[in-house]
């Protein structure tokens, strides 16, 4: 059985999996920045495949600037060009959309394995540098969804907007009243956050026609952003690596 690269390219970072079948056997990760360079991206590729033949990849990217130098990267490495994720390939699901082009690649990928894993309603957040929600209806439809600031979004513009507010670390434990200007920053970000992220989910639903609705999430600062929300959630690290998954074979396997 084949092996194939997986590649997510964010914003931030870039998620890379060695998938065989349907198994996601190793996982890595850089920063999109870094992914710049050939060097830095052949170097992940190669340490994650180790010692098996790659045949293939999926290329997800919301970095277009970048898709020819990994393109070019993966034809070398796999001898064949990656399958490139947009609003033109085959999916589980119906893009109900007006401009379904301006849907981002990791977006219609979350969808996908969200879909797959639910086959009903479901909401989808991804918090990444922004943090998305997308909606699929319980006959297989994207409908759309939200877009908001992603958590680090956040407090990084406090700290550079602002003459004396500093860079914090979000997490760690804080009171119901900040002390000090960092635990302050911190109750602002968490609670906050997970205030916005209860009131979209509230009005996302309101505008669905479902009796049931499951809501799942992934993303780096996922477990984070959602420690203390009062409504049920999967977290999934690995959704949108798993969607990638899905794509190709329905595109290529079929």
Known sequence: ????????????????????????????????????????????????????????????????????????????????????????????????????????????????????????????????????FDVITGDGRYVGGVIAPGLPLMTDYLSERTALLPQIKLGGRFKAIGRSTDEAMRIGAMVGYCGMVREILRHIKSGMKERRVRFCATGGYAGLALKGLDTPVDIIPELTLEGLVLLREINILQ
């Open 1 to 132: 059985m084949e092996a194939f690269f997986v590649i997510d390219v964010g914003n931030t970072s870039t998620h890379v999996g060695l998938v065989r079948g349907r198994r996601i056997l190793r996982q890595g990760r850089m920063s999109t920045r870094e992914g710049r360079d050939e060097r830095n991206i052949t170097a992940l590729l190669r340490r994650i495949a180790g010692a098996r033949k790659v045949t293939g990849s999926v290329l997800c990217s919301v970095v277009p600037g970048l898709n020819p130098l990994w393109t070019e990267i993966l034809m070398k490495l796999c001898g064949s060009l990656p399958l490139v994720v947009d609003h033109r390939i085959c999916l589980n699901i119906t893009v109900d959309y007006p401009h379904p082009e301006t849907i981002g690649a990791d977006r219609l990928a979350d969808a996908a394995a969200a879909w797959a894993r639910y086959k009903g309603a479901v909401i989808v957040a991804d918090f990444g540098t922004a943090l998305t």
